[in-house]
């Protein structure tokens, strides 16, 4: 059977691969879109997630560039200061950072990814520049000299450039051989909605505590979502208790930020296991999103690097000439986003494995920092714009 010859295949229609095929046809590129099923409809329709984005506004300013941020219809809420607790240290002090502080309205805004991901299959379906394949799912790769042979499904491509977006087994990774680094720290989220009586004052609340995190953040009205980090045997009896005891084992921590307990809406368990592409590239393929890493939601960054990947590639093909798929261009794309990829895998692993042991020097050290950062505005400030802009 003849192959159909593409420029750029985007494997994976995730959050990252639909951003993907949007920003390239914004910049005036065709991609094709290899999606494994068909391409998600309206949130009702979809296989439960359960999962929210805290997205920071540099991630928020690319949605925004698609088409695709609308807070009412995304059911979105702005985080304006986030706040942290070492639960470790009970005299430690807990530090709250203010976006007025860096002279911005919010940090960034906390999106349902079932609702973005609606968002952003709908702007797709507008894009007369991006050819979606449904019910493709990618199956073999084969090399030659100036393309890639796709078999996805029934289809058969030939592309200058596969971008894969295929998450955390990649096949498009796999196929290339890139090997990777992996890190299983025990550990699972447990993911839900709850409603407080308090208002949540648009603070996003991140417990340090022996385990992980359980990080609060907030939502329309007085609900928030809950990601509960522990081990995977703790995050396991939690996700068997009838709702009555999981409230009231939540609601330990909860209640003191956020009041009485209301409903509590389905749980979903995520096991955490971080994981590093030994490379961005390899011969006419780029990595984006969690086919080059998967971290722990610790600090919220994982979809917030997917993005900026998003966002670098797609400007080196807006402004590429010639074959997409060449080395200068690859090349280019590995330096623009190899130090921010391997600074935020790393840092959010050490300290999240840090957090999780809470071992008595970590405590301290924490308490330290917490309670230097809490005296030192400018020092504040550095660290806020690191954690905005990306290393
Ligand atoms: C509990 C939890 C909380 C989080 N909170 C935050 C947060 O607050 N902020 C933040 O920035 N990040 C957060 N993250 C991270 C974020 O959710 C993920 O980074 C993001 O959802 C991953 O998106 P992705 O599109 O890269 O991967 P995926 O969602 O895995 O998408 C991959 C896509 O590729 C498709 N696919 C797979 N194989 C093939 C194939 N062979 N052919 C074609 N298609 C294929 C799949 O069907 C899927 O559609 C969190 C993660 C967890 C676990």
Same mark, same amino acid.
């Given at each position: 059977?003849?192959?159909?010859?593409?420029?750029?295949?985007?494997?994976?229609?995730?959050?990252? *691969?639909?951003?993907?095929?949007?920003?390239?046809?914004?910049?005036?590129?065709?991609?094709?879109?290899?999606? #494994?099923?068909?391409?998600?409809?309206?949130?009702?329709?979809?296989?439960?997630?359960?999962?929210?984005?805290?997205?920071?506004?540099?991630?928020?300013?690319?949605?925004?560039?698609?088409?695709?941020?609308?807070?009412?219809?995304?059911?979105?809420?702005?985080?304006?200061?986030?706040?942290?607790?070492?639960?470790? /240290?009970?005299?430690?002090?807990?530090?709250?950072? /203010?976006? @007025?502080?860096?002279?911005?309205?919010?940090?960034?805004?906390?999106?349902?990814?079932?609702?973005?991901?609606?968002?952003?299959?709908?702007?797709?379906?507008?894009?007369?520049?991006? %050819?979606?394949?449904?019910?493709?799912?990618?199956?073999?790769?084969?090399?030659?000299?100036?393309?890639?042979?796709?078999? #996805?499904?029934?289809?058969?491509?030939?592309?200058?450039?596969?971008? *894969?977006?295929?998450?955390?087994?990649?096949?498009?990774?796999?196929? !290339?051989?890139?090997?990777?680094? /992996?890190?299983?720290? *025990?550990?699972?989220?447990?993911?839900?909605?709850?409603?407080? !009586?308090?208002?949540?004052?648009?603070?996003? %609340?991140?417990?340090?505590?022996?385990?992980?995190?359980?990080?609060?953040?907030?939502?329309?009205?007085?609900?928030?979502?809950?990601?509960?980090?522990?081990?995977?045997?703790?995050?396991?009896?939690?996700?068997?208790?009838?709702?009555?005891?999981?409230?009231? !084992?939540?609601?330990?921590?909860?209640?003191?930020?956020?009041?009485?307990?209301? %409903?509590?809406? &389905?749980? =979903?368990?995520?096991?955490?296991?971080?994981?590093?592409?030994?490379?961005?590239?390899?011969?006419?393929?780029?990595?984006?999103?969690?086919?080059? =890493?998967?971290?722990?939601?610790?600090?919220?960054?994982?979809?917030?690097?997917?993005?900026?990947? &998003? @966002?670098?590639? @797609?400007?080196?093909?807006?402004? =590429?000439?010639?074959?997409?798929?060449?080395?200068?261009?690859?090349?280019?794309?590995?330096?623009?986003? /190899?130090?921010?990829?391997?600074?935020?895998?790393?840092?959010?692993?050490?300290?999240?494995?840090?957090?999780?042991?809470?071992?008595?020097?970590?405590?301290? !050290?924490?308490?330290?920092?917490?309670?230097?950062?809490?005296?030192?505005?400018?020092?504040?400030?550095?660290?806020?714009?690191?954690?905005?802009?990306?290393?």
């Amino acid at each position: 059977m003849d192959e159909s010859l593409v420029e750029i295949a985007v494997v994976g229609a995730g959050i990252t *691969g639909m951003s993907m095929a949007l920003a390239l046809a914004r910049g005036g590129v065709e991609p094709t879109l290899l999606s #494994a099923g068909p391409l998600p409809g309206p949130t009702a329709d979809q296989p439960p997630d359960g999962r929210t984005a805290a997205l920071l506004q540099p991630a928020i300013d690319l949605l925004t560039r698609l088409g695709v941020f609308e807070p009412v219809g995304l059911g979105a809420e702005p985080l304006y200061r986030l706040r942290i607790v070492n639960l470790a /240290d009970k005299s430690a002090p807990s530090i709250t950072f /203010d976006a @007025a502080e860096i002279g911005l309205e919010a940090f960034g805004w906390n999106i349902p990814n079932a609702t973005l991901a609606a968002s952003l299959a709908a702007a797709i379906g507008r894009e007369p520049r991006i %050819t979606v394949l449904e019910d493709a799912p990618l199956s073999s790769v084969v090399e030659t000299r100036d393309r890639l042979l796709l078999r #996805a499904g029934r289809e058969r491509l030939a592309a200058r450039l596969v971008i *894969g977006a295929d998450g955390r087994n990649s096949v498009v990774r796999e196929t !290339a051989a890139i090997g990777t680094t /992996d890190k299983d720290r *025990g550990q699972t989220a447990v993911v839900c909605r709850f409603a407080h !009586a308090k208002p949540h004052r648009n603070i996003s %609340t991140e417990l340090h505590k022996k385990g992980g995190p359980f990080t609060m953040v907030p939502l329309p009205g007085r609900q928030s979502s809950l990601v509960w980090v522990d081990t995977d045997a703790l995050s396991a009896e939690r996700l068997a208790m009838d709702e009555a005891a999981f409230r009231a !084992a939540m609601a330990e921590h909860a209640t003191p930020w956020l009041g009485e307990i209301g %409903t509590v809406s &389905v749980r =979903h368990a995520y096991p955490i296991r971080a994981r590093l592409a030994k490379s961005l590239t390899a011969p006419r393929r780029a990595l984006v999103g969690e086919a080059a =890493h998967v971290m722990s939601p610790l600090g919220a960054q994982g979809l917030n690097l997917s993005l900026r990947d &998003v @966002a670098a590639l @797609a400007t080196l093909l807006a402004n =590429h000439t010639g074959d997409p798929g060449c080395d200068r261009l690859l090349d280019a794309y590995a330096e623009a986003r /190899d130090m921010d990829v391997k600074m935020r895998f790393w840092g959010v692993d050490t300290l999240n494995m840090l957090v999780k042991g809470s071992l008595p020097p970590f405590r301290q !050290a924490s308490s330290l920092a917490l309670g230097l950062l809490d005296r030192l505005p400018p020092a504040r400030r550095v660290l806020m714009q690191g954690l905005m802009q990306g290393a």
